[in-house]
Protein backbone atom coordinates (compact mmCIF):
# COMPACT_ATOMS: atom_id res chain seq x y z
CA UNK A 1 0.00 0.00 0.00
CA UNK A 2 1.49 3.65 -1.30
CA UNK A 3 1.44 5.81 1.66
CA UNK A 4 2.61 10.04 1.48
CA UNK A 5 3.57 11.03 5.10
CA UNK A 6 4.18 14.89 5.41
CA UNK A 7 6.29 16.49 8.17
CA UNK A 8 8.11 19.87 9.24
CA UNK A 9 5.06 22.18 9.17
CA UNK A 10 4.83 24.63 12.44
CA UNK A 11 4.14 27.78 14.06
CA UNK A 12 6.62 30.53 11.95
CA UNK A 13 6.32 34.21 12.25
CA UNK A 14 6.10 36.20 9.16
CA UNK A 15 8.95 36.81 7.02
CA UNK A 16 10.33 33.20 8.49
CA UNK A 17 10.86 29.90 6.68
CA UNK A 18 9.94 26.34 7.26
CA UNK A 19 10.55 23.75 4.88
CA UNK A 20 8.17 20.74 4.15
CA UNK A 21 9.09 17.02 3.40
CA UNK A 22 7.04 14.25 2.02
CA UNK A 23 7.81 10.50 2.47
CA UNK A 24 6.36 8.33 -0.39
CA UNK A 25 6.36 4.82 1.22
CA UNK A 26 5.08 1.53 0.06
CA UNK A 27 6.38 -1.21 -3.31
CA UNK A 28 7.18 2.23 -5.21
CA UNK A 29 8.05 1.03 -8.73
CA UNK A 30 8.21 5.07 -10.06
CA UNK A 31 7.09 8.22 -8.70
CA UNK A 32 5.30 10.45 -11.62
CA UNK A 33 4.79 14.41 -10.99
CA UNK A 34 5.05 15.55 -6.83
CA UNK A 35 2.98 18.01 -6.26
CA UNK A 36 2.27 20.14 -2.87
CA UNK A 37 -1.40 21.89 -2.41
CA UNK A 38 -2.81 23.69 0.54
CA UNK A 39 -6.20 24.20 1.97
CA UNK A 40 -7.14 27.02 4.62
CA UNK A 41 -10.65 26.73 6.27
CA UNK A 42 -13.18 27.51 4.42
CA UNK A 43 -11.26 27.98 1.18
CA UNK A 44 -10.80 25.85 -1.75
CA UNK A 45 -7.63 23.23 -2.00
CA UNK A 46 -5.17 25.80 -3.67
CA UNK A 47 -1.83 24.05 -5.92
CA UNK A 48 1.15 25.30 -4.30
CA UNK A 49 4.05 23.59 -6.24
CA UNK A 50 4.73 20.90 -8.65
CA UNK A 51 8.05 19.18 -9.96
CA UNK A 52 8.11 16.33 -12.38
CA UNK A 53 10.16 12.96 -12.27
CA UNK A 54 12.55 14.90 -14.76
CA UNK A 55 12.37 18.32 -12.42
CA UNK A 56 10.75 20.52 -14.10
CA UNK A 57 8.47 22.78 -11.76
CA UNK A 58 5.32 25.04 -11.62
CA UNK A 59 4.37 27.16 -9.44
CA UNK A 60 1.22 28.90 -7.95
CA UNK A 61 1.49 32.74 -8.71
CA UNK A 62 1.02 33.37 -5.08
CA UNK A 63 4.22 31.57 -4.18
CA UNK A 64 6.46 32.43 -7.00
CA UNK A 65 10.09 33.29 -6.06
CA UNK A 66 9.21 32.65 -2.38
CA UNK A 67 8.63 28.66 -2.47
CA UNK A 68 10.98 26.36 -4.06
CA UNK A 69 10.37 22.34 -4.47
CA UNK A 70 12.91 20.10 -4.70
CA UNK A 71 12.54 16.02 -4.85
CA UNK A 72 14.97 12.85 -4.15
CA UNK A 73 14.14 10.16 -6.61
CA UNK A 74 16.48 7.82 -4.67
CA UNK A 75 14.75 8.19 -1.36
CA UNK A 76 11.28 9.14 -2.80
CA UNK A 77 11.19 12.37 -0.86
CA UNK A 78 9.34 15.51 -1.85
CA UNK A 79 10.35 18.52 -0.48
CA UNK A 80 9.07 22.28 -0.24
CA UNK A 81 11.34 25.24 0.81
CA UNK A 82 9.29 28.18 1.72
CA UNK A 83 10.93 31.55 2.24
CA UNK A 84 9.23 35.04 3.41
CA UNK A 85 6.25 33.71 4.59
CA UNK A 86 3.03 35.17 5.12
CA UNK A 87 -0.05 35.42 7.04
CA UNK A 88 -2.19 34.48 4.09
CA UNK A 89 0.16 31.25 3.58
CA UNK A 90 -1.19 29.49 6.53
CA UNK A 91 -3.11 26.36 5.68
CA UNK A 92 -2.66 22.35 5.73
CA UNK A 93 0.01 21.63 3.05
CA UNK A 94 -0.78 18.32 1.47
CA UNK A 95 1.46 16.24 -0.46
CA UNK A 96 0.44 14.71 -3.87
CA UNK A 97 1.50 12.01 -6.19
CA UNK A 98 1.06 10.33 -9.41
CA UNK A 99 2.55 6.89 -8.56
CA UNK A 100 3.23 3.74 -10.20
CA UNK A 101 3.23 0.70 -7.60
CA UNK A 102 3.14 -3.05 -7.38
CA UNK A 103 0.48 -4.85 -5.84
CA UNK A 104 0.53 -8.07 -3.89
CA UNK A 105 -0.52 -9.93 -6.46
CA UNK A 106 2.49 -8.85 -8.96
CA UNK A 107 0.27 -6.22 -10.41
CA UNK A 108 1.45 -2.75 -11.75
CA UNK A 109 -0.57 -0.33 -11.03
CA UNK A 110 -0.78 3.77 -11.14
CA UNK A 111 -2.86 6.00 -8.74
CA UNK A 112 -2.49 9.56 -7.71
CA UNK A 113 -2.08 9.55 -3.80
CA UNK A 114 -2.86 12.31 -0.75
CA UNK A 115 -0.75 12.52 2.32
CA UNK A 116 -2.51 13.44 5.61
CA UNK A 117 -1.48 17.36 5.30
CA UNK A 118 0.82 18.89 7.68
CA UNK A 119 -0.48 22.41 9.17
CA UNK A 120 1.74 25.70 8.65
CA UNK A 121 0.64 28.80 10.85
CA UNK A 122 2.38 31.81 10.19
CA UNK A 123 1.32 34.68 12.72
CA UNK A 124 3.46 37.35 15.23
Known amino acids: QVRLMESGGGLVQPGGSLRLSCQAS????????MGWYRQAPGKQRELVAT???????NYGDSVKGRFTVSRDNAKNMGYLQMNNLKPEDAALYLCNADIWSRTESSEDVQGRYWGQGTQVTVSS
Open 51 to 57: ITSEGIT
Open 26 to 33: GRIIRINT
